[in-house]
């Protein structure tokens, strides 16, 4: 189970990654008593998943099926002056790519907001700290690890929260740039005169094979969208809405004080069934 999830994200549904990936991911736990409750803490929320499986079952069956005018969404922003840089020397056949511009300007640092098949979905990444949040369908989940190795998932639905403690997460399970791509495939300047480069899904990582392929606006240098294309699946086209540095504001643990603890309605109902037990037996 430990790559499933995060073959799905890639593939098809960020937006249930913070559901999906508190489960199983990349990751591994001190205790597997932990990795039950941790399954049984998002099963409320799991039907977010499926909407988002349902959604990549109807995109494009491939990339060629996208317009030259889809390649023009996005991009839309203030885009980083070293991107800008990138772009106003950009030759396709050298070896200077606007990904790795990409990777070194935001790396370990970035927030981003980007939309798939009428899902609105935002991701923050500082110091291996992540937030991430989905407005899909039925409502708004969010996910959050912090410094601390806690994983929190919240519904904005039910206005409540699970909190999974000594997480050991790996980052790229989140990550929707840079998670999940390997090595460089091509490069061109597309029909719109945008820069196009494609590169190849980690297959070591995902245990998936495909092709990612990002489109970059040749004045601003900013990436406008990406689109990715597993081999034998459909592809999904993310379209970038903002792309910046993380701030405070992106990362921090919202206050959850109005929100109820599934972990203490869980431990509450054991509490019960423990004393029934007892009762019981006497």
Do not use: W
């Not at 990751?27 to 990795?35: A, F, T």
């Amino acid at each position: 189970m430990k790559n499933k999830h995060i073959t799905r994200l890639i593939c098809a549904a960020l937006a249930a990654c913070m559901l999906a990936l508190t489960a199983c991911g990349n990751s591994e736990r001190s205790d597997n008593s932990s990795k039950t409750e941790s399954a049984d803490a998002v099963t409320e929320t799991s039907s977010a998943e499926d909407n988002s499986a349902d959604a990549a079952d109807g995109a494009d069956d491939s990339a060629a099926e996208l317009t030259a005018e889809d390649y023009k969404k996005g991009g839309d922003y203030t885009a980083a002056e070293s991107m800008k840089t990138a772009a106003a020397s950009y030759d396709p056949e050298s070896d200077t790519h606007m990904y790795d511009a990409l990777k070194k300007e935001f790396g370990e640092n970035y927030y981003i907001e980007m939309s798939t098949q009428g899902a609105e979905l935002t991701f923050a990444l500082r110091d291996g700290e992540i937030a991430v949040s989905s407005n899909y369908g039925s409502g708004t989940y969010s996910g959050y690890y912090t410094k601390d190795k806690d994983f929190y998932t919240i519904s904005e639905v039910t206005k409540s929260y699970s909190k999974e403690a000594d997480f050991d997460y790996d980052t790229r399970n989140s990550d929707p740039l840079f998670g999940g791509t390997a090595d460089f495939i091509s490069a061109e300047i597309d029909e719109n005169g945008n820069i196009s480069e494609v590169y190849a899904i980690d297959e070591d990582f995902t245990q998936a094979s495909g092709t990612i392929r990002y489109t970059f606006n040749k004045d601003t240098g900013a990436l406008m969208n990406y689109v990715i294309t597993p081999d034998g699946m459909a592809s999904t086209f993310y379209t970038i809405d903002m792309l910046a540095e993380c701030a405070d504001e992106n990362i921090n643990l919202p206050d959850l004080s109005e929100y109820s603890d599934m972990n203490a309605d869980t431990s509450e109902a054991e509490s019960a069934a423990e004393d029934t037990g007892k009762a019981g037996e006497e």
